[in-house]
């Protein structure tokens, strides 16, 4: 049974697929199973400082960059996206990015709570919540 918002990646041609509806079944790609996307955090040490998203509070909302240290954006190696996510999962917030931009997602909201992601091309798949950001 998928679950919303899950991420699986097809390993032969790349595709790349949300669950926007949960359901049961297989999902498939190319006549293959799609592999399902693990999400690394913080706790991971291979290329965390560079991929967990980090969020400071603002007067106007949340600004939520990629990793603590910079994060290249080259064309062979960037993030493809940032995402925020309510703690219920009923309300998103993505921006796609491009190799040379900085990887910054700003929110003008007042969650109580925020879960980020972003995928990087490379190294997959990053999350991080607003507490874990807070103990930084």
């Not at 595709?15 to 293959?32: D, F, K, R, W, Y």
């Not at 939520?64 to 190696?77: A, L, N, R, T, Y």
């Not at 493809?80 to 796609?96: G, H, L, W």
Request: include cysteine; charge should be negative; charged fraction near 30%.
């Amino acid at each position: 049974m998928t679950k919303i918002l899950e991420m699986y990646k097809c390993n032969v041609c790349g595709n790349i697929i949300e669950v926007v509806l949960p359901g049961a079944g297989e999902l498939v790609c190319c006549s293959q199973p799609m592999e399902k996307m693990e999400e690394h955090t913080i706790s991971e040490e291979m290329y965390g400082e560079k991929h967990v998203p980090v969020m400071e509070k603002t007067q106007e909302g949340i600004n939520i960059k990629v990793g603590s240290v910079p994060h290249p954006m080259e064309k062979e190696h960037y993030i493809m996206f940032i995402e925020a996510n309510s703690a219920d999962k009923r309300y998103v917030k993505r921006k796609y990015l491009y190799p040379d931009e900085e990887p910054v997602l700003n929110l003008k909201c007042s969650c109580d709570k925020v879960i980020a992601r972003e995928l990087c091309n490379i190294h997959g798949l990053w999350t991080s919540d607003d507490e874990q950001s807070d103990d930084k």
